[in-house]
């Protein structure tokens, strides 16, 4: 049995390079999260700022998409609202797979598809879908 390759296949919307024109940025759904947990707490981009030790502009640039944070100013924030930063990966998780669908196709290295998947193929595309 041939060893099988993964590659993506276009979907809706999507030219042969995987790109699109709407694909999201992480520092927009980075930005709509944080404002999200924020909104939610009924809190003012003042009073998160202060608590998390970054400039009001500055927050409010990482709201909008603008700016991206770094690892600490992320980590400063999320405690600022009470958020684990798990949480906030996991929220980051669902934007993302509302956002964008992507189709695999497993083929042999020939080219041609497979007749049917073996126990590696099926892992493969677990691990694919996974990330």
Do not use: F
């Not at 909104?39 to 409010?60: C, I, K, N």
């Not at 700016?67 to 609202?81: F, I, N, T, Y």
């Amino acid at each position: 049995m041939s060893e099988g390759v993964l590659r993506a296949v276009p979907g809706p919307g999507r030219d042969t390079s995987g790109n699109t024109a709407d694909e999201p940025l992480l520092r927009d759904l980075v930005g709509a999260a944080l404002r999200r947990a924020r909104l939610r707490q009924g809190r003012t981009l003042r009073d998160v700022a202060d608590q998390a030790q970054v400039s009001l502009p500055y927050l409010s640039e990482i709201e909008r998409g603008r700016k991206e944070p770094s690892s600490e100013v992320l980590a400063a924030v999320c405690r600022a609202l009470g958020v684990r930063l798990v949480d906030l990966v996991g929220a980051l998780h669902t934007d993302l797979t509302s956002a964008t669908t992507v189709t695999v196709s497993v083929t042999t290295r020939w080219g041609r598809p497979r007749s049917g998947t073996s126990r590696r193929d099926g892992q493969a595309m677990v691990a694919l879908l996974a990330a």
